[in-house]
């Protein structure tokens, strides 16, 4: 199983970015995925949910902003990123548990540097 993870880099407050995260030996459409990002000495945390059935769910602080999609004929993830903040800036991973088995995959990270 792997997740690709890219999309990632440098941009002004205020600015988007997409995030994408490609999919093997993992069926996205039968799994509920997530992005969660980890900045700097801080925690990693949950940022956006979309689950097979096509539910989304977001963290308060990007509400609004982030948007996760899936393309299911490419099996890949996204997080549209509008109006980036400083504080958006970490690494982020996505992240895919099958509903038919207790297991977690997660990606290597694509960092997001947002500049005030």
């Known amino acids: 199983v792997q997740l690709q993870a890219s999309g990632g880099g440098l941009v002004q407050a205020g600015g988007s970015l997409r995030l994408s995260c490609a999919a093997s030996?993992?069926?996205?459409?039968?799994?509920?995925t997530a992005w969660y990002r980890q900045g700097p000495g801080i925690q990693r945390e949950w940022v956006a949910r979309l689950t097979s059935s096509g539910r989304t769910f977001y963290a308060d602080s990007v509400k609004g902003r982030f948007s996760i999609t899936r393309d299911n004929a490419k099996n890949a993830l996204y997080l549209q990123m509008n109006a980036l903040k400083p504080e958006d800036t970490g690494v982020y991973f996505c992240?895919?548990?099958?509903?038919?088995?207790?297991?977690?995959?997660w990606g290597q990270g694509t960092l997001v540097t947002v500049s005030s």
């Open positions: 030996g993992v069926i996205l459409t039968t799994s509920t």
């Open positions: 992240n895919a548990d099958p509903d038919t088995i207790a297991t977690s995959y």
